[in-house]
């Protein structure tokens, strides 16, 4: 079993102190408690430091398995959701290109930059967009692509995409999304309204159908039509 995040101290995560790294441990058993096996996705969760994503007055609790606000309406979602999707997304394979809908804070982006090739992420507010590119910058992560639009739209140019994650609710599955899914790839993504919603795993087999399977209740922003400023 790799468990690289039980190595204290870690050296990655070096000059944020003891505690720190004492409480993303306490996390990390969380979510093992929860029912998170793959070692790639635990690991990813330790070592992304989830406090450079939130607000400064809140980073006492970014360690929290909870959702907490970046502001502008929008949330960052619980650790547990994070690695739950991820996890159902790589299904422990190799995955080169992922494409996600909902950059927001960019946590997630960063969780799947670690174990992907490339990361595509779309974002249709700016403000917020641009505040995780800055993020990304300062942790390095070169392989994020980002793009300020409306992810109903998916991004053409750079499909089919080996796995799509989406990060807010739409009514039901787009299509173009599903269109920009390579054969055998795997899409990530909740779906209902307000009051309701749950977390679909669609699978596209080799004859392009899709395979649909319900995975957990769940509460997610809406997924908006176009873009905000
Ligand atoms: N993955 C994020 C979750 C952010 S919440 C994280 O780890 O923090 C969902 C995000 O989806 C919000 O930032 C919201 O603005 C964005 N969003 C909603 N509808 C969208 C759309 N049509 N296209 C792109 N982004 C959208």
């Given at each position: 079993m790799i468990q690289s995040y039980a190595k204290t101290?870690?050296?990655?995560?070096v000059g944020i102190g003891m505690t720190s790294q004492r409480t993303r441990e306490r996390l990390i058993r969380r979510l093992e408690a929860e029912g998170i096996k793959d070692p790639r996705v635990l690991d990813a969760i330790f070592t992304v430091p989830r406090h450079l994503f939130v607000?400064?007055?809140l980073s006492h609790r970014a360690y929290e398995d909870t959702a907490l606000p970046i502001g502008l309406g929008q949330t960052i979602s619980q650790p547990y959701i994070v690695a739950r999707m991820t996890e159902v997304l790589l299904a422990g394979k190799q995955v080169n290109s992922v494409l996600e809908v909902g950059t927001g804070c960019g946590y997630q982006t960063a969780v799947l930059s670690g174990m992907v090739q490339k990361v595509y992420s779309i974002e249709r507010i700016k403000p917020l967009q641009e505040r995780a590119r800055e993020r990304f910058r300062q942790l390095r992560l070169n392989n994020v692509f980002l793009r300020h639009g409306d992810g109903f739209e998916g991004w053409g140019a750079q499909a089919p995409f080996d796995a799509i994650l989406v990060t807010a609710a739409p009514p039901s599955v787009p299509q173009?999304?599903?269109d920009q899914l390579r054969c055998g790839g795997r899409m990530v993504?909740?779906?209902?309204d307000d009051d309701s919603q749950v977390l679909l795993l669609i699978t596209k087999d080799e004859q392009g159908r899709p395979q649909?399977?319900?995975l957990d209740p769940v509460r997610f922003v809406p997924m908006l039509q176009g873009i905000g400023n």
């Open positions: 101290p870690d050296p990655r995560i607000d400064e007055a173009t999304l599903f993504i909740p779906v209902g649909r399977q319900v």
